[in-house]
């Protein structure tokens, strides 16, 4: 079955940590996101990659870092020098020519 | 100002009922725009993408006024299970791809 892959689904970190979080898709698709959502809020850009080896600060980067090696994989690491870690990360892909995003099923993060 | 904006609700409408959900966008170079829902803790899925023409799939109608920039979701005949949190989503093309940027979300509660 085609989609994407997100692990794991429920982490927990202790402060100061650095934490990787995985998100893979074998849709084949160029684009890739990583969004941060909070309680009762929307979702927030932290990086997007159009392309392998390239990737762009969404509106949120400060405190986390993406790497996109392969076309189908965008992991995310957040570090310690992000201030309120814990949230729901959001994973999503899309083709190039027509952004329809399609998301996995999320990684829930609790630094304590 | 928010480059997407949204009345979060919540909408608490009876079945049957027709429902409007409004969002407006800041910057006038956004080229596509979607509808998504997202239900409790889960990921948001593509309810539709929206046309410049408008479109209609089933009980569900989206339109856009560029114009005006503001894109619209009407719900007719409300069903139970359209209960759930709408997403309007707008894409800008920048020099590192597609950027997709979510609103808040307006939560929809149908009653019986």
């Known amino acids: 079955d085609g989609g994407i892959t997100q692990s794991p689904k429920y982490l927990f970190r202790k402060e100061g940590q650095n934490v990787t979080l995985s998100c893979e898709q074998n849709l084949n698709h160029d684009a890739m996101y990583w969004y941060r959502q909070d309680p009762g809020q929307g979702l927030r850009l932290i990086y997007y990659?159009?392309?392998?080896?390239?990737?762009q600060k969404g509106d949120i980067a400060e405190g986390y870092s993406v790497s996109r090696e392969k076309k189908e994989s965008f992991p995310l690491t957040v570090t310690s020098a992000q201030k309120n870690p814990t949230a729901f990360y959001l994973c999503a892909s899309s083709p190039k020519t027509w952004p329809e995003a399609f998301f996995g099923q999320g990684t829930r993060l609790t630094v304590v | 100002r928010k480059e997407v904006e949204q009345d979060p609700g919540p909408f608490n409408v009876p079945e049957g009922a027709t429902v409007a959900f409004n969002c407006t966008y800041s910057n006038s170079a956004s080229q596509s725009f979607f509808w998504y829902r997202q239900d409790c803790r889960k990921e948001p899925k593509l309810l539709m993408s929206v046309y410049s023409s408008g479109n209609e799939d089933g009980r569900f109608t989206a339109q856009l006024n560029r114009a005006s920039q503001y894109i619209s979701l009407l719900i007719r005949d409300s069903k139970l299970s359209d209960s759930a949190t709408y997403l309007c989503v707008v894409n800008r093309v920048t020099g590192g791809g597609n950027k997709l940027t979510f609103g808040t979300g307006t939560q929809l509660k149908v009653e019986l």
């Open positions: 990659s159009q392309i392998v080896n390239d990737f």
